[in-house]
């Protein structure tokens, strides 16, 4: 992931979400327009500073893929001690997100609209994060279309990067060619170690998803994949 800002569109890695067209409701409309001023981080090739954006000094932890924003509310709701970043593309997630911080009334949860790769690229500091959650991603379960999933080896790298020692990255899916995936490229990374023999269990911190619902009513099993960020290199 060694594109910079200026690199042509068309030269730069596969994107792992194709932007739709999906609508967006009123509410969330209103929401994304009144939010986005007060919890939104705009996209700059500049570190950020984590307590200029929240006021404060407190254990930062990433989102990516935040989808309609409730899970991502829950967990900022229930560790009011830590502060969240959630990534999400679509309109109507972002407008969702900003309903449930508003409703909530959320003061440690903040949104960036912005393609995940270039926000931890350009904007996360290395050595700096406590925890990164990964909830369900997009499988891209057609053999042609693996080449767009998110978790690749280069993009855990610059994750892995942005851990501080001892911090935590936290995949799950509802996909079990995925979760091996996941596993084996996050057991290559020399930075990480895996919390579990194979897969761990579910942490306590991870609320049940919406897509974790429907994929257990599909008959899908469900796969956590836990690793820390060595202490030493």
Not at 126 to 135: D, F, K, R, T, V
Request: net charge neutral; hydrophobic share 40%; glycine share 8%.
């Amino acid at each position: 992931m060694s594109d910079t800002a200026d690199t042509p569109i068309s030269q730069r890695p596969i994107r792992s979400f194709v932007l739709r067209q999906g609508r967006v409701s009123n509410a969330q409309q209103r929401y994304f327009d009144e939010g986005m001023p007060r919890y939104g981080i705009p996209y700059a090739v500049a570190p950020l500073d984590f307590a200029a954006a929240f006021g404060r000094q407190a254990p930062t932890f990433l989102e990516i893929g935040c989808g309609m924003g409730e899970t991502t509310a829950i967990i900022a709701a229930a560790h009011p001690e830590n502060d969240y970043i959630g990534i999400e593309v679509h309109a109507p997630g972002v407008g969702s997100l900003l309903k449930e911080i508003t409703t909530r009334e959320l003061t440690n949860l903040r949104v960036v609209r912005h393609d995940a790769v270039e926000v931890v690229r350009d904007m996360i500091p290395e050595n700096s994060l406590a925890g990164i959650h990964i909830y369900f991603p997009d499988p891209w379960p057609k053999k042609r279309q693996q080449k767009r999933r998110l978790i690749q080896s280069p993009f855990v790298a610059l994750l892995a990067a942005r851990l501080a020692p001892g911090g935590y990255l936290h995949c799950a899916t509802d996909w079990e060619e995925y979760a091996q995936q996941m596993l084996d490229v996050l057991s290559g990374e020399a930075l990480l170690q895996n919390t579990a023999v194979g897969f761990a269990p579910q942490p306590a911190w991870r609320p049940q998803t919406k897509f974790e619902t429907r994929g257990l009513r599909l008959g899908h099993g469900v796969w956590d994949v836990l690793f820390r960020r060595r202490e030493t290199a």
